[in-house]
């Protein structure tokens, strides 16, 4: 059966009744590691489906299209990888920022490239950066779903896909992924505990469906997260006085075959599309949390 709370629209970044609102003042990006979890905290498969796959494609040169706090970003740095990294979110990004400075007598972080960007003008903003294009172009963490469908016919969402591709080098990767909406929508929930997530911080979160005109438009998550038993000195964020921390983002909720088609728009049919759920084969898992997919670009692709 499917879920049809419907929910009020508001302004994004503006607080509802009952729930702080941390995603204006940048409150989220104070606990977002103790969520996502640093690189020391994810999940093997995590790391090992990642860094696994992007050396036996052979990929140096990466584009973090989602930075955030640079969580993956400095995994990837860690492990040889060459990486620009860039971000909407100021926020997020000057934890990033500092990070780089902490580090920054070590040549794979003095070399760092971090940059502010939208990703409806990333190839513009970036081109002088991109050169022949990047082995790879990641976008990890449900990253893709905070870009909202302002006009109904997903025509930004097509845009940034369009970036992203032309970011790409021929035979290079996209690595892409999103939440399984399709669950969501269905059911009505969020697995608060999942294989992306520091989930033993995570107490609950709490879901809301926007249909409009019968369609689901839009999908909200109040998270809850206990930092009382995170060890401070293992992050130079300061966290919040209260133990439980909340916040709300919304997101656009990705159907999978929509999205799979988006891809193919964007890359061509005779680009390589490989599709994963929570870093497993489809057949080994039932109901996945995420789906992350893999794009090998065309040699012989040469985008419109």
Known sequence: MAYNNTITTRSLGTASEG???????????????????????RTQNYKNFLVGLLKRKGCKRILDVACGTGIDSILLLEEGFEVVS?????????YALKSRWNRR??????????EEANWLTLYDDIEHIVGNGFDAVICLGNSFAHMLDNFGDQREQKQALRNFEKCVKPGGLLLIDHRNYDNI???????????????????????SVLFVGGRPALVTLDYLIDTSSHDDEKTDIIYPEDSISEFRLSYYPHRLKVFTTMLMEAFGENSDFKLYGDFKK???????????????????????
Do not use: R
Request: proline letters at 2%; hydrophobic letters at 35%; glycine letters at 4%.
């Open 19 to 41: 729930i702080k609102d941390q995603y204006a003042d940048g409150k989220a990006a104070k606990i977002w590691e103790i969520f996502v979890g640093d690189k020391n905290s």
């Open 86 to 94: 860039v971000d909407a979110s100021d926020k997020m990004l000057k």
């Open 185 to 207: 929508i269905d059911s009505g929930n969020t697995a608060s505990k999942c294989i992306y997530y520091n989930s033993e911080h995570t107490t609950d979160i709490k879901t």
């Open 282 to 304: 489809l057949e080994e898992i039932e109901i996945p949390d995420f789906y992350i997919h893999v794009v090998e670009k065309s040699s012989t692709f040469f985008s419109s």
């Open 105 to 114: 007598k070590e040549p794979a972080f003095d070399n760092w490239i971090i």
